[in-house]
C-alpha cells in the first residue's frame, strides 16, 4: 500500500517527551512545585496516553500489517513512501509481483487520513493551500490545493487468471512508467523533463502510442507552477507523436475530493478504470477557463468540465492515461485500456433510488412501506427487493424516487398521504386508458448535449452512439469550451443539415430503447418531418443500419442543394389566420408544417421571414426564429427529393403490423413492405 511515512499518533506522542522541558519552563517561572504538577497534569490530559498498540500505530507499515494479519494473507506486505505519488509507487511494485509470479493476486492502493493540524501547517507554510477554498486545476485563476484524506484499494491479478477466475474486470494496466528528477532542480520542486521521462517510459513499456490516449487522469493539484510544470511535461510529449489539437480530455479528480496526498493516485486510478468500465469521460469541477500560459488550444488536450459519452475510436480500444507525482522528484505514469468494448451495465451511481410498491389495494401499498421503513437491512438492498417483486399489472401501484438521503423522507410523505386517502405523486390505479402512441421530433429540436444524462447512464445510448459514428457523436457531444463564440459555433456546426438529422436519429433510437428497457412499447407511431425515420424504425420498418443509412444521405442531399439553404420560423396563431397573411402579404414565404390548429410554420429566406414579422404581429401573430440548416418542406430542398427516392430504394423495408401515420396526410402506412 502507498502510505507516506509515519502515521497520526507521531506527533502527540512525539510531543509527550516534551514534557520535562515544560516543567523546566514553569519551574523557572517560579510557580510552586504544587501548581507545576497540576498544570502538567493538565497538559498530560490532553495528549494520548501510551498503550500496548501505540508503537504500531504509529507506523506506516502496519496499514498493510494489520490488513495482512486479519485476512491471513502471505505473500509480500509493506508500505511505500513517494510522497504524493506513494499509490502508483505501491502499484508499480505489485506489478513486479505478479510479473516475477512471487504473487497471483495483489492488494493494493493509498491509504491517507493524515489531516491534522500539524499536516494543515505544512501544507500552509509551504505554501500551497488554495485561499479561495477551491482546487482548480490547469484553470486560469487556480491558486491552490486542499487537502483530502482517503483510502482507496483495488486488486490486481494477472488478466488471464482473472478472466479464468470469472472475476469482474474493470480495466486492463498495459504498461507504467517511473523515473526520477535527478539533481537539475531542489528535491522539492516539480520538473518538467523527469515527468516527461515517465510519460515516454510508459508508453513505450504499454507499445502504445500517445496518440491512442483519449483521457489523462493527471496529478493535477490546483497550483500554478505544479500545473504549469506538468502540463508543460504533456504537451511535449504528445506533441512528439501528432499535430493534432486537443483530441485528449485532461482532468483531476482532486477538484472533487481534494488532495489526498499519499492515496491521491489510488482515487485517479480508481476514477480512470470506472471511466474506462462505464465508458464515460469524467468531469473535473471548478473550471472557469484554462490557465492562458499553457497554450492549451494549441496543444493535444481540453479540460473535461462535464461527463460525456465515450465514443469508441475505430483504430483502437479506449484508453486512458494516469500520472502521479512527489515530493522527492518521485513520478509515475500508468496506461490503462478498456476490457471490452460494449457497455452491458446501467452506469449507476447510487445517488438516487426508487422504492416500488404494488398491491389490490391502497392498504397493500401502506403496509409495504411501513415494513420498508421498520427493515434494518442496508437501505438499496431493501428498496432492490421492493422493486423486484412490483406488479406493473396490480390494482394499485406506487413508486417513490429520491436520493438515498431523503428516501426515508419520501417514504414517510408518501405514507402519510395514502393513509389520509390521498394519492401521492406516481401512483396509479387501474388499466391506463386508451393506446400509447410515440410521436417523433423533426429538425430544429436538436441540441448540444442533448440527451448528454442519459447517454452516460444508460448502455442503449451508447451503443446507438457507436452505430451512427464517431462525427456525428462528436457533434452531438462536443469538448466543453469557455468561449460564448465557440458554444455557438458548436451549436451551428449541429444544426447543419448533414449532421442533425443522423444525430436526431441517434438519440430518438436510443430513447425507444430506453423505453424498451422499461417494458414499453409502441402501439402507434408518428414523427415529425425528419422524425418520420425515426417512427419508421421504431415500427420495425426499417432496421437500425437503414436508418442510419437513409439519415445521413437525407442530412447530405439536403445540405447539398446550394449555399442559401433558407430558414424557417414558427408562428403561434391558427392555420387560417396565418394563411390570410401570406396571401395578403404576397411574399414568398410558404407555409411547411401545419403543426396543430394553433401552430405553423414557414419556409422562405431569412430576409424573406424578418419582413413578415410586423406583418404577422400586425394581425396579432407572433413569430418565433427556428435554428435549422435550411427551409424544409419547400422548394429550397425540393432537388434532394428524387434522389433520395432512388437512395430509399437501396434500403429494405418490413413488413410491420405497428401502425405509423404519415406525416403529411396523417394515413397510415400500408402494411406491406413495398
Known sequence: LGVTGTLELVVPLGARLGHPMWRKALKESGLKDEL????????????????????????????????????????????????????????????????????????????????????????SKTPALSPSGKIRPFDADSDGTLIGEGLGMVVFKRLEDAERDGDRIYSVIRGVGTSSDGKEKAVYAPFSPGQARALRRAYENAGVSPRTIEMVEAHGTGTKVGDVVEFEALKGVYAEVSEDKQWCALGSVKSQIGHTKAAAGSAGLIKASLALHNKVFPPTINIQKPNPKMGMEDSAFYINTIAR???????????????????????????????????????????????????????????????????????????WESRQSFDSKAGHRLVVPASVDDM?????????????????????????????????????????????????????????????????????????????????????????????????????????????????????????????????????????????????????????????????????????????????????????????????????????????VPVLKKAKLRGIPIKVGAAFHSSYVAGARDPFLKFAGSVKFNKSDVPVYANKTAALYPKSAK
Open 408 to 612: 426515508t423522507d419520501a417514504l414517510q410523505k408518501a405514507l402519510t398521504k395514502l393513509e389520509a386517502g390521498e394519492e401521492p405523486e406516481y401512483y396509479g390505479a387501474g388499466k391506463a386508458e386508451g393506446k400509447l402512441g410515440y410521436i417523433f421530433p423533426g429538425q430544429g429540436s436538436q441540441y448540444v448535449n442533448m440527451g448528454r444524462e442519459l447517454a452516460c447512464v444508460f448502455p442503449e445510448f451508447l451503443q446507438s452512439l457507436e452505430e451512427t459514428g464517431r462525427d456525428i457523436a462528436q457533434a452531438i457531444f462536443p469538448r466543453p469550451v469557455f468561449d460564448k463564440e465557440e458554444e455557438k459555433e458548436q451549436q451551428a456546426f449541429l444544426t447543419g443539415t448533414d449532421k442533425a438529422q443522423p444525430a436526431l436519429g441517434i438519440m430518438e433510437r436510443g430513447y425507444f430503447h430506453l423505453l424498451e428497457r422499461f417494458g414499453l412499447a409502441p402501439e402507434a407511431t408518428a414523427g415529425h418531418s425528419y422524425g418520420e425515420l425515426s417512427a419508421l424504425y421504431a415500427a420495425g420498418v426499417i432496421d437500425s443500419e437503414g436508418l442510419v443509412a437513409l439519415s445521413r444521405e437525407r442530412g447530405r442531399l439536403m445540405a447539398s442543394q446550394g449555399d442559401d439553404l433558407g430558414t424557417m420560423m414558427a408562428v403561434k396563431g391558427s392555420v387560417e389566420a396565418v394563411e390570410k397573411v401570406l396571401k395578403e402579404s404576397g411574399t414568398k414565404v410558404v407555409l411547411a408544417n401545419k403543426n396543430s390548429r394553433e401552430q405553423c410554420v414557414l419556409s422562405g429566406s431569412a430576409e424573406d421571414l424578418e419582413a413578415l
Open 36 to 123: 507545576v504538577d497540576e498544570v502538567m497534569s493538565r497538559i498530560a490530559a490532553d495528549y494520548v496516553p501510551w498503550q500496548e498498540n501505540s508503537f504500531p500505530g504509529l507506523l506506516g507499515n502496519v496499514v498493510a500489517g494489520r490488513i495482512a494479519n486479519r485476512l491471513d494473507l502471505h505473500g509480500t506486505n509493506c508500505v511505500v513512501d513517494a510522497a504524493c505519488a506513494s499509490t502508483l509507487s505501491a502499484a508499480h511494485l505489485a506489478f513486479l509481483e505478479l510479473q516475477t509470479g512471487q504473487a497471483d493476486m495483489v492488494i493494493t492502493g493509498g491509504v491517507d487520513t493524515f489531516n491534522d493540524i500539524f499536516m494543515y501547517m505544512c501544507f
Open 309 to 383: 459519452p465515450w465514443v469508441s475510436h475505430p483504430e483502437h480500444p479506449r484508453r486512458a492515461g494516469l500520472s502521479s507525482f512527489g515530493f522527492g522528484g518521485s513520478n509515475f505514469h500508468l496506461v490503462l485500456e478498456e476490457y471490452g468494448a460494449a457497455r452491458n451495465e446501467i452506469a449507476w451511481d447510487g445517488s438516487v433510488e426508487i422504492a416500488a410498491f404494488s398491491g389490490a389495494d391502497k392498504s397493500s401499498l401502506i403496509n409495504g412501506i411501513k415494513s420498508l421503513l421498520k427493515d434494518d437491512r442496508p437501505l438499496a438492498a431493501v428498496l
